[in-house]
């Protein structure tokens, strides 16, 4: 074969190539027309959420006034709930039988308190009772008197007993001279007849001077038991009288050594009957004291007694009525007709005209401000009305945010949500209305990153967005859904203010023919 012949041949087969992959071309991209889902895109734009609240509300008092009860009183009748009353009105009626029973039983405690104080203050009183100190002391008196005289008594006798026995020394000496002389002179006597018999002997006359010698020695013998015998009586009589100066003189002392003890024992009376008034004067005392906390104590029941009946009488003079401080509305109670009253009864009046109270989500809290306008709707009756904001709050943990956002389906309360206060127009509402709410308005700052809320997806791994990136092919270019994390810091019913790693030119996919996951491969709309 020729040359020129290979050449038209190697041409018509690469036309014949290129011809071929053109209509293989066609048909990928005809076939991906079918398959491959088309996404919305776009990038993100700059400005401010459009933000709509919308919930339920509920017509309440702009203030609650507490009526307190009185307790342990049986209720007649009282307002219903939602009542509206007048100042002077009477919401409560007390039964007055009942009332005058409660009067009767506290005059009848009145009188037993009366009685109990006044027979406290006499038992308190001193018994009336000779001190036995007194009579104690007269017996001391009479014991040191007598103690005086037995010392006087014991004084004397040792005088008179000295006395007495000088004085029986005295009559002894005297005695005994006196027989010493009887017998000096009875010797002598005998020497004379002696003296006479030797005379009478020398003359020769031996018996007249025997019988002389005889007589003297008889005279001598004689004055020798004389002066014996006179000895002998004379300390007789010597021991007799110091035997009875002796004896007077222990009993001088006996009596001085009983009237001692007896003293002692007088003393002793004395003492304990002093200590016997000083405990009985401490026991009077401690009865006193005794008997003053008492009458205290009474005192205090007693005029809270007089208090509790001046208050029952009180309530009777009112006709056991209790009447409505204020106009308003019967907002609350915890009593019912028939019940007894206690401490923690009450009844609440809603006064200071009507607002509604609307619940909001939690973190659509810090949206609503005072002075938002909100729309009301009045469900069924096609009234529309609106209202002015005038403050906002949070509930606490187990609370309710009015009636509206943080309730469940079967109206069970879930975490805590917020609240807001309307003021209305005088009239338009009556309390305890449930009304629909919205409020509409921009927020409050300018956000640089605002996609379409679509556009958010949320799954285990955290919020994130998806778009459409660009991919070089031999059959052109693909594009494929790339995931981009990101938060979300605020939305509203149609966009999202996020923040995250978004590109200006990224194209943010917010909706496909079918559903898209991230790698798929995605068409864009023209």
Not at 270 to 297: F, H, L, P, R, V
Not at 321 to 328: C, F, I, L
Request: charged content about 25%.
């Amino acid at each position: 074969m020729k040359l020129e012949d290979k050449k038209r041949m190697a041409a018509k087969a690469f036309a014949a190539f290129f011809i071929f992959m053109a209509a293989a071309g066609g048909l990928s991209r005809a076939a991906a027309a079918m398959t491959v889902p088309l996404a919305d895109t776009g990038t993100y734009q700059e400005g401010r959420l459009n933000l709509n609240l919308t919930g339920t509300a509920v017509a309440e008092a702009k203030e609650e006034t507490l009526v307190s009860l009185d307790k342990d009183q049986r209720i007649l009748s009282v307002a219903k709930t939602g009542t509206q009353v007048e100042a002077g009105e009477v919401l409560l009626q007390y039964d007055p039988q009942y009332l005058q029973k409660s009067v009767e039983e506290k005059q009848a405690e009145v009188k037993k308190l009366e009685l109990s104080l006044e027979q406290a203050r006499i038992q308190g009183e001193p018994q009336k009772r000779v001190a036995a100190s007194d009579s104690a002391a007269r017996d001391l008196d009479l014991a040191n008197q007598g103690l005086a005289q037995a010392q006087s008594n014991y004084d004397q006798a040792v005088n008179d007993s000295q006395n007495a026995q000088n004085q029986a020394q005295s009559d002894y000496d005297s005695s005994a001279a006196q027989a010493g002389q009887e017998k000096e002179n009875a010797y002598s006597q005998a020497q004379d007849l002696a003296n006479q018999a030797k005379e009478l002997e020398a003359q020769g006359e031996t018996e007249e001077a025997q019988s002389l010698y005889g007589e003297a020695e008889t005279v001598r013998q004689e004055a020798d038991q004389t002066y014996e015998e006179a000895l002998a009586q004379a300390q007789a009589e010597y021991e007799a009288a110091v035997s009875q100066a002796q004896s007077s003189l222990s009993q001088a002392e006996e009596a001085l050594e009983s009237q001692f003890q007896s003293q002692a024992q007088a003393q002793n009376s004395y003492t304990s009957a002093q200590e016997e008034d000083a405990a009985a004067a401490a026991n009077d005392q401690k009865t006193q004291e005794e008997s003053s906390y008492n009458q205290q104590s009474i005192q205090v029941d007693l005029d809270q007694a007089k208090k509790e009946l001046s208050r029952l009488e009180k309530i009777q003079q009112a006709k056991g009525q209790v009447t409505a401080p204020a106009e308003g509305v019967v907002t609350g109670m915890n009593v019912q007709t028939g019940g007894i009253t206690d401490d923690s009864s009450y009844l609440l009046l809603g006064t200071g005209g009507l607002q509604i109270k609307g619940g909001l989500e939690l973190q659509d809290l810090e949206k609503v401000e005072p002075e938002d306008t909100v729309d009301i709707s009045v469900s069924g009756q096609g009234k529309k009305l609106q209202g002015k904001v005038t403050r906002t709050g949070a509930e606490n943990a187990g609370g309710q945010a009015g009636t509206g956002g943080n309730a469940d389906a079967s109206g069970d309360s879930q975490d805590p949500g917020g609240y807001f206060y309307a003021d209305i127009q005088e009239g338009t509402l009556s309390w305890g209305t449930q009304v629909s709410y919205s409020i509409d308005k921009q927020s409050g700052s300018s956000y640089e990153m605002l996609i379409p809320l679509s556009a958010v997806r949320q799954d285990s791994g955290g919020t994130y967005c998806l778009i459409a990136e660009a991919r070089d092919t031999v059959l052109g270019t693909e594009y494929h859904a790339a995931r981009v994390n990101i938060t979300v810091e605020d939305k509203d019913s149609t966009q999202a203010a996020v923040t995250g790693n978004l590109g200006r030119d990224d194209l943010v996919i917010s909706g496909s023919t079918k559903d898209i996951e991230e790698g798929d491969k995605v068409r864009l709309k023209e």
